[in-house]
């Protein structure tokens, strides 16, 4: 059964810092790979995609690495903003499209 | 307008009750999905549906069912509420033929007495 860990649970950083959020998966078949933005009650966003064949991915400050054969993920945001205090959450998928989650990451961004 | 919109947004009922949860896409995807949301346990799948005539249970289906009415509607039920089916519920919607990004509704927030 796939299992997906996230580190650190919360991160709590002042503004124009670099930060890098952790993500592990212990069947490194996976499909496609997923990171997440979800605000307080509200639904989840998603940032960025990398498939199975690919590195990694980029869109604005945000970057996403992909090692499958270690089971490792890695999301780099860049000149982290107070916007951008969110959990944030990894997620992997095999087959059929389904999606294993880990439990997110707590990101605070002070001002 | 929301691409996945989910209704209600938010139901308090009591244990033994039947409830439904609706949702709705205007993205014209033809997979969707249910996933429940606790506190500690990260979203949980609940049923995935990748056409009106297919349906499959996910990591948690018991206590659960739903009906695909087309391919922009898709609804979970509750037969007899429990108190620990208290949870967020989200609807998400993918392209078969697309990325496979999935993309999700505001979410329900269900308390069951």
């Known amino acids: 059964k796939q299992e997906v860990t996230q580190i650190p649970a919360a991160l709590s950083v002042p503004e124009g810092e670099n930060l890098v959020l952790n993500c592990s998966f212990t069947?490194?078949?996976?499909?496609?790979l997923q990171w997440f933005r979800q605000d307080p009650g509200k639904g989840l966003t998603s940032l960025l995609l990398?498939?199975?064949?690919?590195r990694e991915q980029t869109s604005g400050r945000l970057n996403a690495s992909l090692d499958k054969s270690s089971g490792r993920s890695t999301l780099y945001i860049a000149a982290s903003q107070p916007g951008d205090s969110a959990t944030y959450l990894c997620?992997?998928?095999?087959?059929?499209?389904?999606?294993?989650f880990g439990k997110g990451t707590m990101l605070l961004v002070s001002p | 307008d929301a691409d996945v919109t989910q209704t209600p947004r938010n139901r308090i009922t009591k244990t033994g009750k039947r409830i439904m949860l609706e949702c709705s896409q205007t993205?014209?995807?033809?997979?969707m999905y249910w996933y429940r949301q606790d506190p500690g346990l990260g979203l949980r799948l609940i049923y995935y549906?990748?056409?009106?005539?297919?349906?499959n249970k996910g990591e948690i289906s018991d206590g659960y069912s739903v009906s695909r009415q087309a391919q922009a509607k898709f609804s979970l039920s509750l037969e007899s509420a429990i108190p620990n089916q208290t949870a967020l519920y989200f609807c998400?919607?993918?392209?078969?033929?697309?990325?496979?990004?999935?993309?999700f509704g505001p979410g329900t927030r269900l308390t069951v007495l």
């Open positions: 998400a919607t993918s392209d078969l033929g697309g990325t496979d990004t999935q993309y």
């Open positions: 069947d490194s078949a996976i499909y496609n």
């Open positions: 990398i498939q199975s064949s690919q």
């Open positions: 997620a992997v998928s095999r087959e059929y499209s389904t999606l294993t």
């Open positions: 993205k014209g995807h033809d997979r």
């Open positions: 549906s990748f056409d009106v005539k297919d349906i």
